[in-house]
């Protein structure tokens, strides 16, 4: 005989088990969420990497009439990717003031343009390994003297440096020369606009690596002169993205050392320098041994 009792237990193991099942989906799903949530899950998992890029000759050069980019930083991301079997899209242009908003708005990934590494940038965002170095030296018009013995002269209330908001040329002012009255240009400015402002005496003094300068005395012969022989400031240039994003940061480092002990780095700055030693290369982490000549008899 039938309890009347057995299809009151049977209802509530079916709901008990149903909650278990549930409950194993939903922490499946959960599960799921927090990996795909990281930056190495979701490059992987959509096989792409999305870049913005700052319009920065050599290091990105964009063509104004297809859009088409070129250029150190774009070369050596795009070879990156090749080698991880990831495509690059060049998903947003972005300022030296918004690149940085944008990484942690997760409009894009990285900022592929590289940007100088600094603490107020490290304080917010994390970087890869340098790709290569950087010296900015002061450049000033053709016949001013006040700073080639003392930089430190720069440092005065007189004297007006031309800056790009959000740009590197606008911390080394305001860090090594508090006093001195900053010029300042919107942040999508041509970086070369810094030092057109010293030529036509609307600022004394402008800080940009010599890359920068070369290409710009192209055009502009006899208008301006390094400052000093060595640099004011050296900087990294590396790829920016979010911080806390240790496996893409791992994956990203293992491609850039790989990168440059094929050689390829070395040949991409090479192939868009303007002169010999206008960008500074990382050293390699290793030493050969010297063998001797001397065959054995």
Avoid at 172 to 179: G, M, Q, T
Avoid at 180 to 204: E, G, T, Y
């Amino acid at each position: 005989m039938t309890s009347k009792r057995d299809p009151i237990v049977f209802a509530a193991c079916f709901i008990a088990l149903c909650f278990v099942l549930s409950s194993c989906v939903c922490s499946d799903k959960t599960a799921s969420n927090i990996s795909s949530s990281t930056l190495y899950s979701r490059v992987i998992r959509d096989g792409k990497i999305r870049a913005s890029y700052i319009s920065y000759p050599p290091v990105c050069i964009k063509d104004p009439n297809t859009g088409k980019l070129s250029g150190i930083a774009v070369d050596i991301l795009e070879a990156a990717g090749k080698h991880l079997g990831l495509k690059i899209d060049w998903s947003e242009e972005v300022g030296w003031g918004t690149a940085v908003e944008g990484l942690r708005a997760n409009r894009y990934d990285v900022v592929g343009s590289l940007l100088w590494t600094n603490s107020d940038r490290g304080k917010v965002i994390d970087f890869s390994t340098p790709l290569y170095y950087s010296g900015v030296c002061a450049y000033v018009r053709k016949n001013d003297n006040r700073f080639s013995k003392n930089l430190q002269a720069i440092n005065s209330p007189e004297i007006r440096i031309a800056t790009v908001d959000g740009e590197t040329a606008d911390f080394i002012s305001r860090s090594l020369f508090p006093k001195a009255k900053r010029v300042s240009l919107p942040q999508l400015s041509d970086v070369s606009q810094m030092l057109l402002n010293v030529v036509q005496n609307k600022a004394d003094i402008a800080f940009a690596e010599p890359a920068i300068a070369i290409q710009f005395l192209k055009t502009n012969p006899n208008t301006l002169k390094n400052a000093a022989q060595t640099p004011v400031a050296v900087f990294g240039n590396s790829i920016a993205f979010k911080k806390g994003e240790g496996d893409f940061k791992s994956m990203l480092n293992n491609t850039i050392d790989e990168l440059s002990n094929m050689g390829i780095i070395d040949q991409i700055i090479a192939k868009y320098e303007p002169a010999p030693n206008a960008f500074y290369r990382v050293a390699l982490p290793y030493k050969l041994s010297k063998t001797s000549d001397k065959t054995s008899k």
